[in-house]
């Protein structure tokens, strides 16, 4: 029963948003400039903005198969200066656009070729790759999109050269696997670093990921430093573990019931809970035209309203998914922002847990309470909202329908994973699992083959290790370890098979093996399956029969080595 008042709110939040639709780098720097205000923070502009008509040109034309290709490019004097020339060469009867790009800007060496030795078993080819992922950006050219970070970190891979948030979490178990903990360190500073410049942690390292961040994993790096550390750890990040908690929870306290703003919905019953946002309603920089296309698509919806929704899809790391959509089919119908994501929800319940652990050991016994308050809350409206009774799974929540959506999704592991789900629901959750998500390959993302990434038949390493650590919280060991072999057993053959690891793989059907969907071909490194992979070659390797590494490192894999594009 959706309740008057949040019909008003609703409408007029939509309204809102049409207000401000419109794709110019206009709207882009006037939102930027709103952030910079509000955290006080010195913003880089993103190439759209400084490039004005020239990057809705390069990228209209299609210059560059992948439109992050210009997104990343770094031009070789000032935008202003390229911008002046354009203007005026670009009327001359033999002007050729790529020329000019060419001239103006320094592209990424795409795709380094790393050819590893012969003859490396899985374990030692992840351990050969963390140098080659790794990267030292203290410093960035001018106008370059990239964001400077003060340490070393890891990148996923292939296209995406910068780091992500979401990511990099899986990444550091297998960095903390192998004894790599001077990464795992400076990965979290960067981090904190993040926090205290941009008070958030973006995307990514990119000017154009500033107006958003990804799930929200940075309690669980300092979990795991103090898993080696110990509880002081807790106190050294308190200060970025609250501003974090500030950038999701703004604007929440003032919410009347029904009504919901940035990152925060109130519910009719008082609750508070989560939603993915981005600041900005213009196409993507790194997918420009793509964004363009799929507005075009939505006849009676704002243009703008869809950016804000591809955006917000951006941001839940799921990117894309049926999980957003009304019709499975149809991206153009993603409505990311009229949804209370049970992941996000899951994580900032971890979130507030952490704040009242770190206040309580810094004896703010207040403080302390007043976020275990804020945690139990969200917990009885995690576990009001957003469980499927009949079904027996945990999902999302549909605000403009005011109802659970029923999307079957693997992100019904999080409150197992996060120990917020009752025993017997976790039961419940663990037989759904077995019923419908436990695959050949592994976890299944949703039931739903959509073409879209984050869609069967894929599988990702990082739910996979959310869903494996989320069962055995519960005693559902069994279950963990079959989805943990089956996906270990999938990494293994495609290893076999071309010598690497991939970004995500097919679980299910004949083709297991590397995954597809999605705006972007399938890509090699890859930072959070080789993080993953290794945690669970440890815990593993022992029940593997047939394809996993349960051999010594000094064993050799059959296959001659290939050049894997990291
Ligand atoms: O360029 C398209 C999108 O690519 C990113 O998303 C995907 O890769 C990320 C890095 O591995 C990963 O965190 C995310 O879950 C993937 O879906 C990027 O994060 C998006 O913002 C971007 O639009």
Same mark, same amino acid.
């Given at each position: !029963?959706?309740?008057?008042?949040?019909?008003?709110?609703?409408?007029?939040?939509?309204? !809102?948003?049409?207000?401000?639709?419109?794709? +110019? =780098?206009?709207?882009?720097?006037?939102?930027?400039?709103?952030?910079?205000?509000?955290?006080?923070?010195?913003?880089?502009?993103?190439?759209? @903005?400084?490039?004005?008509?020239?990057?809705?040109?390069? /990228?209209?034309?299609?210059?560059?198969?992948?439109?992050?290709?210009?997104?990343?490019?770094?031009?070789?004097?000032?935008?202003?200066?390229?911008?002046?020339?354009?203007?005026?060469?670009?009327?001359?009867?033999?002007?050729?656009?790529?020329?000019?790009?060419?001239?103006?800007?320094?592209?990424?060496?795409?795709?380094?070729?790393?050819?590893?030795?012969?003859?490396?078993?899985?374990?030692?080819?992840?351990?050969?790759?963390?140098?080659?992922?790794?990267?030292?950006?203290?410093?960035?050219?001018?106008?370059?999109?990239?964001?400077?970070?003060?340490?070393?970190?890891?990148?996923?891979?292939?296209?995406?050269?910068?780091?992500?948030?979401?990511?990099?979490?899986?990444?550091?178990?297998?960095?903390?696997?192998?004894?790599?903990?001077?990464? &795992?360190?400076?990965?979290?500073?960067?981090?904190?670093?993040?926090?205290?410049?941009?008070?958030?942690?973006?995307?990514?390292?990119?000017?154009?990921?500033?107006?958003?961040?990804?799930?929200?994993?940075?309690?669980?790096?300092?979990?795991?430093?103090?898993?080696?550390?110990?509880?002081?750890?807790?106190?050294?990040?308190?200060?970025? *573990?609250?501003?974090?908690? /500030?950038?999701?929870?703004? =604007?929440?306290?003032?919410?009347?019931?029904?009504?919901?703003?940035?990152?925060?919905?109130?519910?009719?019953?008082?609750?508070?809970?989560?939603?993915?946002?981005?600041?900005?309603?213009?196409?993507?920089?790194?997918?420009?035209?793509?964004?363009?296309?799929?507005?075009?698509?939505?006849?009676?919806?704002?243009?703008?309203?869809?950016?804000?929704?591809?955006?917000?899809? @951006?941001?839940?790391?799921?990117?894309?998914?049926?999980?957003?959509?009304?019709?499975?089919?149809? *991206?153009?119908?993603?409505?990311?922002?009229?949804?209370?994501?049970?992941?996000?929800?899951?994580?900032?319940?971890?979130?507030?847990?952490?704040?009242?652990?770190?206040?309580?050991?810094?004896?703010?016994?207040?403080? @302390?309470?007043?976020?275990? #308050?804020?945690?139990?809350?969200?917990? /009885?409206?995690?576990?009001?909202?957003?469980?499927? %009774? %009949?079904?027996?799974?945990?999902?999302?929540?549909?605000?403009? #329908?005011?109802? *659970?959506?029923?999307?079957?999704?693997?992100?019904?592991?999080?409150?197992?994973?996060?120990?917020?789900?009752?025993?017997?629901?976790?039961?419940?959750?663990?037989?759904?699992?077995?019923?419908?998500? $436990?695959?050949?390959?592994? $976890?299944?993302?949703?039931?739903?083959? +959509? =073409?879209?990434?984050?869609?069967?038949?894929?599988?990702?390493?990082?739910?996979?290790?959310?869903? &494996?650590?989320?069962?055995?919280?519960?005693?559902?060991?069994?279950?963990?370890? %079959?989805?943990?072999?089956?996906?270990?057993?999938?990494?293994?053959?495609?290893?076999?098979?071309?010598?690497?690891?991939?970004?995500?793989? &097919?679980?299910?059907?004949?083709?297991?093996?590397?995954?597809?969907?999605? %705006?972007?071909?399938?890509?090699?490194?890859?930072?959070?399956?080789?993080?993953?992979?290794?945690?669970?070659?440890?815990?593993?390797?022992? #029940?593997?029969? =047939?394809?996993?590494?349960?051999?010594?490192?000094?064993?050799?894999?059959?296959?001659? @080595?290939?050049?894997?594009?990291?």
């Amino acid at each position: !029963m959706i309740t008057r008042s949040f019909r008003w709110a609703w409408k007029r939040f939509l309204t !809102m948003g049409m207000s401000l639709s419109t794709a +110019s =780098g206009q709207v882009f720097s006037t939102a930027l400039a709103k952030t910079k205000n509000k955290y006080n923070i010195n913003v880089r502009q993103g190439p759209d @903005a400084l490039l004005g008509q020239l990057y809705i040109d390069v /990228q209209t034309a299609k210059l560059f198969p992948d439109q992050k290709t210009f997104a990343d490019a770094v031009p070789r004097r000032t935008p202003e200066a390229i911008l002046s020339d354009y203007q005026t060469k670009k009327r001359r009867k033999n002007f050729k656009l790529h020329t000019f790009v060419d001239k103006n800007f320094i592209f990424p060496t795409d795709r380094v070729k790393y050819v590893p030795p012969n003859g490396q078993s899985l374990r030692e080819h992840i351990n050969t790759l963390w140098p080659v992922l790794t990267r030292n950006t203290s410093r960035v050219r001018p106008y370059d999109s990239l964001l400077p970070l003060p340490k070393d970190y890891v990148v996923p891979g292939g296209r995406f050269r910068e780091v992500y948030y979401w990511d990099s979490y899986f990444t550091m178990l297998g960095l903390a696997e192998c004894d790599k903990w001077d990464l &795992v360190v400076d990965m979290t500073d960067n981090f904190s670093h993040e926090i205290e410049t941009y008070g958030r942690i973006p995307n990514g390292n990119r000017s154009y990921y500033l107006s958003r961040s990804q799930p929200p994993f940075f309690a669980l790096m300092v979990d795991l430093l103090a898993s080696r550390d110990g509880d002081g750890v807790y106190q050294n990040y308190l200060p970025q *573990l609250k501003k974090e908690y /500030q950038y999701w929870m703004e =604007g929440g306290d003032a919410l009347e019931n029904g009504a919901a703003a940035e990152r925060v919905a109130r519910m009719n019953d008082g609750a508070l809970l989560n939603r993915y946002w981005d600041d900005l309603d213009t196409p993507r920089t790194e997918s420009y035209m793509d964004d363009i296309v799929t507005a075009s698509e939505a006849k009676d919806r704002p243009a703008g309203e869809v950016y804000r929704d591809l955006r917000a899809g @951006a941001a839940s790391g799921w990117d894309f998914s049926s999980r957003w959509f009304d019709d499975p089919l149809q *991206l153009s119908s993603i409505r990311t922002t009229s949804i209370l994501p049970v992941d996000l929800n899951a994580l900032l319940y971890h979130l507030e847990m952490t704040l009242a652990k770190a206040s309580q050991l810094g004896n703010n016994l207040d403080a @302390a309470s007043y976020y275990s #308050q804020r945690a139990e809350r969200r917990k /009885q409206a995690i576990n009001l909202h957003l469980w499927n %009774e %009949e079904g027996g799974y945990y999902a999302d929540f549909d605000l403009r #329908q005011d109802r *659970l959506r029923d999307q079957l999704t693997a992100a019904m592991v999080f409150p197992l994973y996060n120990n917020i789900a009752p025993p017997d629901r976790a039961a419940r959750t663990a037989q759904t699992i077995r019923d419908q998500l $436990l695959k050949q390959g592994g $976890l299944i993302t949703t039931t739903n083959v +959509s =073409g879209q990434q984050w869609d069967a038949p894929n599988g990702w390493a990082p739910l996979q290790w959310v869903a &494996v650590e989320g069962l055995r919280n519960y005693g559902h060991g069994d279950l963990a370890e %079959e989805i943990a072999t089956r996906f270990l057993g999938n990494v293994q053959r495609l290893f076999n098979n071309q010598h690497k690891l991939v970004e995500k793989y &097919v679980v299910e059907g004949s083709g297991l093996g590397g995954g597809g969907g999605g %705006e972007y071909p399938l890509q090699d490194g890859f930072g959070w399956t080789n993080g993953v992979t290794l945690k669970l070659l440890d815990m593993y390797s022992d #029940q593997m029969t =047939g394809y996993a590494d349960n051999t010594p490192a000094s064993v050799t894999a059959p296959q001659p @080595a290939a050049a894997v594009s990291v």
